[in-house]
């Protein structure tokens, strides 16, 4: 050791040599404190190891000096030497050892000697000889193998120049060190025989022969044939010898060819092989390593040898495939001395002469394959640590690595995760594979046979293989095999090609692991497959394996490791479709199914009680939503689990997916009707926020049957309701007010705040409609049974359908009322009736000509909705309404942005009725921007969208487009009934509550 200056710097502690030797090693690299620790204490460090190694790290750091300790920086969970290029002596080594191999493939032969000699100046004795831990490091295996490569190579070149002298005592020292190393006595031979020691020469190759012969089976390699062949003749002149190719350690070695067939019919992967193959042959200073990753089944395998078959000429001197059989049912995966020794048999190494030191074999292979351009396909890998010891240095070779894990360790060039192949691309691999040409009318069924077998290749081909043993078996009778209940699997087997074997090998390797985690993660695939949710989180997981979320998190983490699982977005986790066939037979032979059940139960009804209390922050804790849900849990704290309506918002948006599917299946699944119509309820409010128009249409459809088949009279009169708002939502005034009365006759269901609500929004309904008088009517029934102790929530709920119903007589009105709703909402938090109360006012002050003061509204209303808060029909209504608010004020370019806003939310929704109120006003804006011909362009549009609805707009959107002819018989309802304002900028509707 030297410091900056040059002057030796001797390290005088064991630990402290021991500590630098595992850093140099891995010079410029993050050593892990593992790997640190095992450097001083072995595989057995003390109990003290983590305090101690830092105390050492402190002393190495002394030791080395200012300039050079500086350097030594702990970098995450290890530590990190920094090196300047030329002050390693293995750099500076191996540098002078690759020129001297180029030269003498060149027939460079004076080159090669200095090259050689200056290389072998830099190795002064045993590398890191007076390290007792470090000597086992594979590096100095390494540092070996390649010290003899660079001797060969000066042999070489002294034997073409010339230069004897000396030789053959070297040479006679390196024989018996190494008796097995042919090059060394082919050299030998030919060096006795110039020397004038004809017949030594001659016993040399007899004694090697016996030696090869007798203790392996072997003859001498054609390297050394040749040689005898040359002194027995009488050429082994300097003119005549041609030297042994630098790049073969084993001259006699066979090119490998191992790879197997590609998979037959192979389709799409484009993309993926692209990359692939572009890494693979870039040119780079290491070898070029690509893991492809993905679940069982997707196809890693068979784009591998595909890509590799392809490359075979890239790789002259061969291609190297081994199985790692991490999963192969029935197999153990190989351990790396095993992989180790097939891998060198492959390049021509004989077994016998591997060592069984995982190790020394590894530095062998990496002796073999360093000057040699080689394709290694690594396949069905089951850990970093089994692959590692088997990676390549030469910069000339590359490796392709499939396996199920991240393997995110091993710094590869590149990582390719598969996901299952494409519609298109399924439907095609099962044309091709089953040797069929699908009609107009089987493609269909073979599109939903490609969907049942999860556009899994593996899948996929055994259903192929079905249909082309047996032509009697049609695409629509294998479909439905595939789609009989629990039997998915038993038709996706096939010889040996089986989805649930290859998925099994997975699940019992983590059920029978030493480790907790991987435990853990079999456990909760089987809890899975019985709740049966789109998607998992760690919070569901804790509950229903009874955990904490933690662990509950690094069990779901796990099995998206081993491909069980994908991680869809941050902390949600969700199975492919045969994964989840797998999981219900899990749970489904569950040794404690009473047990399993409780839990499952236990957790739907907390999933149940956070959407109940989600509904009450979206509606302020309504009393309308107290009997809703499930009893509170014992000894649960009676606080909301939201701390603001935002955050019940944010929650549901996570949750909506398994919410939607639990309300939405059939005779109520696990909840059971009653509990699921009840589901529904609480849902509505959320749904009805968000503008989910399609879901809140499908379930509230739902409710109303399972209510009136079950007969439960409450149920049904409050799921009218909800459909009543869902109809009015999406255009349908008129039926929406049909529903309201429906409801509203079911008189011994109602409360009365239910009846006064439901009157209220029918006076809003009757307004919109144009009917005045019914509307005042309805409004005055309705405020007649408002009770003394009516709580804020609900008056100011009130408050507006009063302002809502006074603005065609009393704008000014209006306003007042409105305003005292905004206040009262404000006060208790209920953000959601500020929106509704900001919106109508931003529309009166727009009625009243006033379009800055409506712009100040609108404005605060949008401010509200950034904070996560939203009520997608007050929304439309704010966005229109602030676009009408820009034009009428002289800014069309940003009126028309608020139009493009709004009409990319309705896209993203599907929310037809929305996009028709967008189009119209979007035409107002790019009219005002002077483009007449794209303005009717949308209003075509949006009459399209509104036809049908009771829009205030379509009488005015039929005068913008010019008359259409009517079928005789036919009107729409919506010409029937007009609003105060109709010009242009008059609005449309708005929203009212259904409690």
Not at 171 to 186: A, F, I, K, S
Request: with cysteine.
């Amino acid at each position: 050791m030297e410091d900056a200056a040059g002057a030796p710097r001797p390290i005088a502690q064991p630990k402290s040599r021991a500590l630098l030797a595992a850093l140099l090693l891995q010079a410029d690299q993050i050593v892990s404190f593992g790997t640190v620790m095992s450097a001083l204490w072995g595989e057995r460090p003390p109990a003290s190891a983590v305090a101690s190694l830092h105390n050492h790290m402190a002393r190495l750091r002394k030791d080395l000096g200012p300039d050079v300790g500086a350097r030594l920086r702990t970098v995450g969970q290890g530590f990190r030497l920094s090196v300047a290029d030329g002050e390693l002596d293995c750099e500076v080594f191996a540098r002078h050892g690759s020129r001297a191999l180029e030269a003498l493939r060149s027939e460079e032969w004076s080159q090669a000697e200095q090259e050689a000699e200056a290389a072998l100046r830099m190795w002064r004795g045993e590398p890191l000889a007076d390290t007792v831990l470090a000597v086992e490091h594979p590096q100095i295996a390494y540092f070996e193998a390649q010290r003899l490569r660079v001797l060969e190579c000066r042999f070489e070149a002294c034997l073409r120049l010339g230069r004897l002298d000396g030789l053959s005592a070297e040479l006679d020292l390196l024989v018996g060190q190494y008796p097995l190393r042919e090059t060394l006595h082919r050299q030998l031979m030919l060096v006795l025989d110039r020397t004038g020691r004809r017949a030594e020469a001659l016993a040399r190759f007899h004694s090697l022969r016996r030696l090869l012969v007798d203790e392996l089976g072997v003859e001498p390699g054609p390297a050394v044939q040749q040689a005898l062949e040359a002194i027995l003749s009488g050429r082994n002149r300097a003119d005549t010898i041609r030297p042994e190719p630098a790049a073969a350690l084993h001259a006699s070695a066979p090119r490998p060819a191992q790879l197997p067939s590609a998979p037959a019919h192979f389709v799409g992967r484009s993309e993926e092989a692209g990359e692939i193959r572009s890494t693979l042959l870039q040119a780079r200073s290491h070898p070029a390593l690509v893991v492809i990753t993905g679940m069982a089944g997707v196809g890693k395998t068979g784009l591998a040898l595909h890509i590799a078959q392809e490359l075979r000429t890239a790789f002259p001197d061969g291609q190297l495939y081994l199985n790692l059989h991490a999963a192969t049912p029935g197999a153990s995966p190989l351990e790396p001395a095993q992989a180790l020794s097939l891998l060198l048999q492959g390049m021509g190494v004989d077994p016998r002469t591997v060592s069984a030191d995982a190790a020394a074999s590894s530095a062998l292979l990496r002796s073999t394959l360093a000057d040699r351009r080689v394709l290694l396909v690594l396949d069905d890998v089951s850990s970093a640590n089994q692959l590692r010891p088997l990676l390549p240095a030469g910069a000339g070779c590359a490796v392709l690595v499939t396996s199920r894990l991240p393997l995110a360790t091993l710094g590869a060039d590149r990582h390719v995760r598969l996901e299952p192949l494409s519609p298109g691309m399924s439907t095609l691999l099962l044309e091709k594979a089953s040797g069929r040409r699908w009609t107009a009318e089987e493609s269909a069924g073979a599109a939903h046979v490609a969907d049942l077998c999860g556009r899994l290749p593996l899948a996929l081909r055994i259903s192929a293989a079905r249909l082309a043993t047996r032509r009697t078996l049609t695409v629509e009778a294998l479909a439905e095999r595939l789609t009989a209940h629990g039997a998915r699997l038993d038709h996706l087997e096939l010889d040996d090609l089986s989805v649930r074997r290859s998925l099994s090998v997975s699940q019992e390797a983590l059920a029978t692991s030493d480790q907790a985690r991987d435990r853990d993660a079999a456990l909760a695939l089987t809890r899975l497959g019985g709740l049966d949710l789109p998607e998992y989180s760690p919070g569901l997981l804790a509950r229903l394996m009874d955990v904490d979320e933690l662990r509950a998190d690094l069990a779901l983490e796990r099995l998206a490791e081993v491909a069980l699982l994908d991680e869809t977005r941050a902390y949600r986790y969700s199975p492919h479709d045969l994964v989840r066939e797998f999981a219900r037979e899990l749970a489904a032979g569950h040794t404690d199914l009473v047990r399993h059940h409780e839990r499952e139960e236990a957790t739907l009804h907390w999933y149940v009680s956070r959407a109940t209390a989600c509904a009450r922050h979206l509606r302020h804790r309504s009393p309308a939503l107290r009997d809703l849900g499930p009893a509170a849990e014992p000894g649960a704290p009676d606080h909301p689990p939201f701390r603001d309506t935002a955050a019940a918002a944010a929650w549901a948006d996570q949750e909506a997916e398994n919410l939607i599917f639990l309300a939405g299946r059939p005779d109520g699944g696990r909840l059971g009707p009653q509990r699921s119509i009840e589901l529904i309820q609480i849902l509505s409010p959320y749904l009805h926020d968000r503008g989910l128009v399609q879901e809140r249409r499908a379930l509230t459809h739902r409710a109303v049957a399972a209510a009136r088949q079950s007969g439960n009279r409450k149920a049904e009169s409050a799921a009218i309701r909800a459909l009543a708002v869902t109809q009015y939502s999406d255009g349908y005034v008129n039926e929406a007010l049909l529903l309201i009365d429906e409801s509203l006759a079911m008189d011994a269901q109602h409360s009365p705040t239910t009846r006064m609500l439901a009157l209220g929004n029918r006076a809003a309904l009757l307004k919109e409609l144009g009917r005045h008088a019914e509307a005042r009517a309805a409004l005055r029934e309705a405020l007649a049974l408002r009770p003394e102790d009516l709580d804020d929530f609900h008056q100011a709920l009130l408050l507006g359908h009063q302002g809502y119903v006074s603005e065609p007589t009393d704008l000014r009105l209006a306003v007042s009322y409105h305003l005292q709703s905004l206040e009262l909402a404000a006060r208790i938090g209920a953000e959601v009736i500020c929106l509704v109360a900001l919106s109508n006012t931003g529309h009166c002050h727009l009625a009243l000509q006033e379009p800055e003061a409506a712009l100040s509204r609108f404005a605060a209303a949008l401010a509200i909705t950034a904070t996560g808060v939203m009520h997608w029909n007050a929304e439309r209504e704010i966005r229109v309404g602030k676009a009408r608010a820009l034009r009428l004020l002289g800014r069309p370019g940003e009126a028309r942005r608020e139009c493009e806003t709004l009409l990319g939310l309705a896209s993203k929704r599907g929310d037809t009725y929305t996009r028709g109120l967008a189009e119209h006003e979007y035409g107002h804006a790019l009219r005002a921007c002077g483009d007449e011909r794209a303005a009717r362009e949308h209003w075509r549009i949006a009459l399209r969208a509104l036809d049908g609805t009771d829009a205030l707009v379509l009488p005015e959107l039929h005068r913008l487009v010019g008359p259409r002819p009517t079928p005789e018989g036919s009107h729409h309802p919506a010409t029937e009934h007009r609003g105060p304002y109709e010009a242009p900028g008059a609005r449309d509707h708005r929203d009212f509550e259904a409690v």
